[in-house]
Nanobody, 135 residues
Framework: QVQLVESGGGVVQPGGSLRLSCAASGFALHDYSIAWFRQAPGKEREGVPCISRGDGTTYYAGSVKGRFILSRENAKETVYLQMNNLKPEDTAVYYC????????????????????????????WGKGTLVTVSS
């Protein structure tokens, strides 16, 4: 079967850390650019980070830049999202997504330094893992 499987979610206190994993089953993850999206209760889904297949360039949403680190280990067909200094507003279901293009589908938002992550056209989606940041 072809799927993405996320793991590593859980409950942590503010300021704590978690590492999420995204593993491919049935296809070669190293042939895809990989992004993470998240959706908090009552809010729209938003892109968080992305790593390009071609040159390994990473992109981060302004709200997580400097706190989250995205990396990939091709030998294991796995992508890792290290989340540090977590805040209550990071609480959400986190989804892994893969797209068969060499560069991440991101564009600069007008009038700001934020990036817009394009989710349309993603080839595979995981089912999500819940991250809860609470004291």
């Amino acid at each position: 079967q072809v799927q993405l499987v996320e793991s590593g979610g859980g409950v942590v206190q503010p300021g704590g850390s978690l590492r999420l994993s995204c593993a491919a089953s049935g296809f070669a993850l190293h042939d895809y650019s990989i992004a993470w999206f998240r959706q908090a209760p009552g809010k729209e889904r938003e892109g968080v980070p992305c790593i390009s297949r071609g040159d390994g360039t990473t992109y981060y949403a302004g709200s997580v830049k400097g706190r989250f680190i995205l990396s990939r280990e091709n030998a294991k067909e796995t992508v890792y999202l290290q989340m540090n200094n977590l805040k209550p507003e990071d609480t959400a279901v986190y989804y892994c997504a893969a797209v068969a293009i060499s560069t991440c589908p991101v564009v600069a938002a007008r009038g700001s330094h934020n990036l817009v992550f394009i989710e349309y056209g993603m080839d595979y989606w995981g089912k999500g893992t819940l991250v809860t940041v609470s004291s």
